[in-house]
């Protein structure tokens, strides 16, 4: 007769606690402001005009992501988040260039994993539109390393 497909339950990778989460929101936090600080100076080595667009709108959206985060951290603990950054370091464009794109295919699997733990609208929206800016930043800067 039918064939019945079994539908996962979700959250479909399992739950997480609650006090994993916002660990996963902090590091995520702390990765946003990493990430900011890092495409701020490759914006200023940036050879062309197309290499500045691309970090300059992968900046732009870091510091959107972590705005987002540090409510969504705000509205779950009632607290500022307090962290501090270790400055990526690269020894030339190029390689800071193909860090880039690595960062950002990490990021993009860690907030897909994230969104796919939990069935809170408000973390899995959060993550999701970070998750899709991420995927959007590595395409970037494949393209980037690619010209040089």
Not at 41 to 56: G, K, M, S
Not at 85 to 92: C, D, F, Q
Not at 128 to 147: G, I, K, P
């Amino acid at each position: 007769m039918y064939n019945y497909i079994q539908i996962p339950q979700l959250p479909i990778l399992g739950p997480y606690s609650f006090h994993q989460i916002i660990q996963f929101i902090y590091e995520a936090i702390v990765g946003e402001a990493t990430a900011a600080e890092f495409y701020s100076r490759l914006l200023q080595e940036a050879p062309d005009e197309l290499h500045r667009e691309f970090i300059e709108h992968a900046y732009e959206d870091e510091l959107e992501h972590l705005y987002a985060f540090t409510r969504l951290y705000c509205h779950f603990t009632g607290q500022i988040p307090q962290y501090t950054i270790t400055p990526v370091v690269y020894s030339n464009y190029k390689e800071g260039i193909l860090m880039a794109l690595k960062d950002e295919l990490e990021a993009g699997e860690f907030y897909r994993n994230i969104q796919l733990s939990t069935t809170d609208k408000l973390i899995r929206d959060t993550f999701y539109f970070a998750m899709v800016d991420e995927l959007q930043h590595a395409t970037q800067f494949s393209t980037l390393y690619n010209t040089l």
